[in-house]
């Protein structure tokens, strides 16, 4: 009779242990890579946000395109890894941040997901004839201050953007991260033995003499680099 008193209590005492802390590079960069990466992945993603690298992630967003066929004058190159260092570098380059909570309001990629989240294309229908998906669309790319107006305008451009979207499982994940204040581990990249061997090969290809050398030399230097 008193165990069957005391066992609730027991359950009711028993102390609470906090959920496992969501890591970047286990948890939120597959999602990122599986769900994103499509568009924000190059130097000219919508909004030069890069999701491809934590990097990238920290760098944040700009307004400025990096291709401009009306451009008259040079623009300064932002490239990951070589023309700026750390989030401070980034935002004097004029980028905002989209991790940092803004005015009490939530970070604007948990607003951003959470547009998504609340305005899902129909699935297998025709997406709504305000969205626009063309090649030459006028990315927004909203600050945190614009967003509300943002949303109101283009409640259907949601991250991810003009697709099924994130899974329960996915979006939680994201959310808990942005929470917990989206921490970003930093982790010095360590070529693997098969890279490793990958990029001697391309060495050697690209120092070799010949007239196919010399073209994909070309092509990569203008494609890449450039």
């Given at each position: 009779?008193?165990?069957?008193?005391?066992?609730?209590?027991?359950?009711?005492?028993?102390?609470?242990?906090?959920?496992?802390?969501?890591?970047?590079?286990?948890?939120?960069?597959?999602?990122l890579?599986?769900?994103?990466?499509?568009?924000?992945?190059?130097?000219?993603?919508?909004?030069?946000?890069?999701?491809?690298?934590?990097?990238?992630?920290?760098?944040?967003?700009?307004?400025?395109?990096?291709?401009?066929?009306?451009?008259?004058?040079?623009?300064?190159?932002?490239?990951?890894?070589?023309?700026?260092?750390?989030?401070?570098?980034?935002?004097?380059?004029?980028?905002?941040?989209?991790?940092?909570?803004?005015?009490?309001?939530?970070?604007?990629?948990?607003?951003?997901?959470?547009?998504?989240?609340?305005?899902?294309?129909?699935?297998?229908?025709?997406?709504?004839?305000?969205?626009?998906?063309?090649?030459?669309?006028?990315?927004?790319?909203?600050?945190?201050?614009?967003?509300?107006a943002?949303?109101?305008?283009?409640?259907?451009?949601?991250?991810?953007?003009?697709?099924?979207?994130?899974?329960?499982?996915?979006?939680?994940?994201?959310?808990?991260?942005?929470?917990?204040?989206?921490?970003?581990?930093?982790?010095?990249?360590?070529?693997s033995?098969?890279?490793?061997?990958?990029?001697?090969?391309?060495?050697?290809?690209?120092?070799?003499?010949?007239?196919?050398?010399?073209?994909?030399?070309?092509?990569?230097?203008?494609?890449?680099?450039?």
């Amino acid at each position: 009779m008193l165990r069957r008193f005391l066992a609730p209590l027991a359950l009711l005492c028993a102390p609470v242990f906090a959920a496992e802390p969501v890591s970047y590079s286990r948890d939120v960069q597959p999602i990122l890579s599986h769900k994103c990466v499509a568009c924000h992945a190059c130097y000219d993603s919508p909004c030069q946000l890069n999701l491809g690298s934590g990097e990238g992630v920290q760098r944040g967003a700009s307004k400025l395109p990096v291709y401009d066929g009306v451009r008259t004058k040079a623009q300064a190159t932002t490239r990951l890894y070589l023309d700026a260092h750390g989030e401070a570098a980034w935002r004097a380059k004029g980028f905002h941040s989209v991790l940092d909570p803004q005015a009490g309001q939530a970070a604007l990629i948990a607003r951003m997901l959470e547009l998504g989240r609340n305005n899902p294309p129909v699935p297998n229908a025709k997406l709504p004839a305000d969205l626009d998906i063309s090649i030459g669309r006028d990315n927004q790319c909203p600050l945190p201050g614009e967003f509300e107006a943002y949303a109101k305008k283009f409640a259907h451009a949601g991250m991810p953007f003009a697709v099924t979207g994130l899974s329960d499982a996915e979006y939680t994940t994201l959310q808990r991260w942005v929470e917990q204040g989206a921490p970003v581990e930093e982790r010095m990249l360590q070529a693997s033995s098969a890279e490793q061997k990958q990029i001697a090969e391309w060495e050697r290809f690209l120092n070799a003499p010949g007239a196919r050398e010399s073209l994909v030399n070309r092509w990569l230097f203008e494609h890449l680099f450039l």
